[in-house]
């Protein structure tokens, strides 16, 4: 599961707590005579229809950036209409459970949005206390602090998204040189050992460019792609450590050179064993000439399932 669908998940998580108590709550009231069953069973509606939608909206595209804005828009339904009904003036504060797991999405937009959208939600509710006369001297201050307190709350978390977003767009630029750099890095590695296969020039670039569209075609994240990408750079790394002589034989190998031909796949996998950063890099040089009728090297084991690491073994899954 992937950043967004985990922010979207955990978003939905706290909307359903937030419902659940508040219901609870309400129909508590009831039986204490504070609610009539009618208004309850709208504010349910208005609460856990919304809720639903957006909550089978994320089984359906659970890492959706738009579900945001459903969740926030499908809240405020619930929202506005316990804020203009609710006999309590603490009412406001209501909207802070979201604000507090939206903040997670880095947004500055959306926060922007929710909270001009709250405080105008406010605003109404203000003026319409105002117009039936519940609004005195004495209790003018609490509608003051009301307010202030949204304003200066959905301030203070739009600018720390603006923030978090110009500190992370330096990060990202940064962590992509740095990767322009390892790829480079990595496609100069690869022309040296087609260089010294003088037999397969291109060979490392070609199958790093098949796998990479193999991986996109079947289902693959981009990260993922790139990954099997660059296995490919690296498959036949191994045949650095086979000799001159053996490699660059124009002829047929004998079955010592052609035993110690077989062994570059392991020699490639013991070279890559300690990188970690790329998952799969070493399995990938070392099962790359496996075969399902036990045939490869250098295992030869029959009936096996080859990694998906394994770059040339991706075409198998498409024919």
């Given at each position: 599961?992937?950043?967004?669908?985990?922010?979207?998940?955990?978003?939905?998580?706290?909307?359903?707590?937030?419902?659940?108590?508040?219901?609870?709550?309400?129909?508590?009231?009831?039986?204490?005579?504070?609610?009539?069953?009618?208004?309850?069973?709208?504010?349910?509606?208005?609460?856990?229809?919304?809720?639903?939608?957006c909550?089978?909206?994320?089984?359906?595209d659970?890492?959706?950036?738009?579900?945001?804005?459903?969740?926030?828009?499908?809240?405020?339904?619930?929202?506005?209409?316990v804020?203009?009904?609710?006999?309590?003036?603490?009412?406001?504060?209501?909207?802070f459970?979201?604000?507090?797991?939206?903040?997670?999405?880095?947004?500055?937009?959306?926060?922007?949005?929710?909270?001009?959208?709250?405080?105008?939600?406010?605003?109404?509710?203000?003026?319409?206390?105002?117009?039936?006369?519940?609004?005195?001297?004495?209790?003018?201050?609490?509608?003051?602090?009301?307010?202030?307190?949204?304003v200066?709350?959905?301030?203070?978390c739009?600018?720390?998204?603006?923030?978090?977003?110009?500190l992370?767009?330096?990060?990202?630029?940064s962590?992509?040189?740095?990767?322009?750099?390892?790829?480079?890095?990595?496609?100069?590695?690869?022309n040296t050992?087609?260089?010294?296969?003088?037999?397969?020039?291109?060979?490392?670039?070609?199958?790093?460019?098949?796998s990479?569209?193999?991986?996109k075609?079947?289902?693959?994240?981009?990260?993922e792609?790139?990954?099997?990408?660059?296995i490919?750079?690296?498959?036949?790394?191994?045949?650095?450590?086979?000799p001159?002589?053996?490699?660059?034989k124009?002829?047929?190998?004998?079955?010592?050179?052609?035993?110690?031909?077989k062994?570059?796949?392991?020699?490639?996998?013991?070279?890559?064993?300690d990188?970690?950063?790329i998952d799969?890099?070493?399995?990938?040089?070392?099962?790359?000439?496996?075969?399902m009728?036990?045939?490869?090297?250098?295992?030869?084991?029959?009936?096996?399932?080859?990694p998906?690491?394994?770059?040339h073994?991706?075409?198998?899954?498409?024919?």
């Amino acid at each position: 599961m992937d950043r967004s669908a985990k922010i979207n998940r955990a978003v939905l998580t706290t909307w359903h707590l937030f419902v659940f108590v508040l219901i609870s709550a309400y129909v508590l009231e009831i039986f204490k005579g504070q609610r009539t069953v009618a208004y309850v069973a709208v504010f349910v509606l208005l609460l856990v229809v919304p809720m639903l939608i957006c909550t089978v909206w994320y089984h359906k595209d659970n890492d959706s950036p738009k579900l945001r804005y459903g969740i926030i828009y499908g809240y405020l339904i619930g929202y506005v209409f316990v804020l203009l009904t609710s006999k309590s003036q603490m009412a406001f504060v209501y909207v802070f459970p979201l604000l507090s797991s939206i903040i997670l999405f880095h947004d500055a937009n959306l926060i922007a949005q929710l909270g001009i959208s709250s405080i105008i939600a406010n605003m109404i509710d203000v003026l319409m206390e105002i117009m039936s006369g519940n609004v005195a001297e004495g209790n003018s201050r609490d509608i003051e602090i009301q307010i202030v307190c949204l304003v200066t709350c959905f301030i203070g978390c739009y600018l720390a998204s603006k923030l978090y977003d110009d500190l992370n767009r330096k990060s990202m630029a940064s962590y992509k040189q740095m990767q322009q750099v390892s790829l480079q890095t990595i496609g100069v590695i690869a022309n040296t050992v087609d260089a010294k296969d003088s037999n397969t020039e291109g060979h490392s670039r070609r199958v790093a460019a098949y796998s990479y569209a193999l991986a996109k075609k079947l289902g693959m994240s981009d990260e993922e792609a790139q990954n099997i990408r660059t296995i490919g750079l690296l498959h036949d790394i191994g045949k650095i450590g086979i000799p001159d002589a053996v490699l660059h034989k124009p002829g047929k190998l004998t079955e010592d050179e052609y035993r110690i031909m077989k062994m570059h796949p392991t020699i490639g996998a013991n070279i890559l064993k300690d990188i970690t950063v790329i998952d799969g890099l070493s399995v990938g040089a070392h099962y790359h000439h496996e075969r399902m009728d036990g045939k490869g090297y250098p295992e030869g084991t029959e009936g096996r399932t080859d990694p998906i690491h394994c770059p040339h073994h991706l075409c198998s899954r498409l024919l």
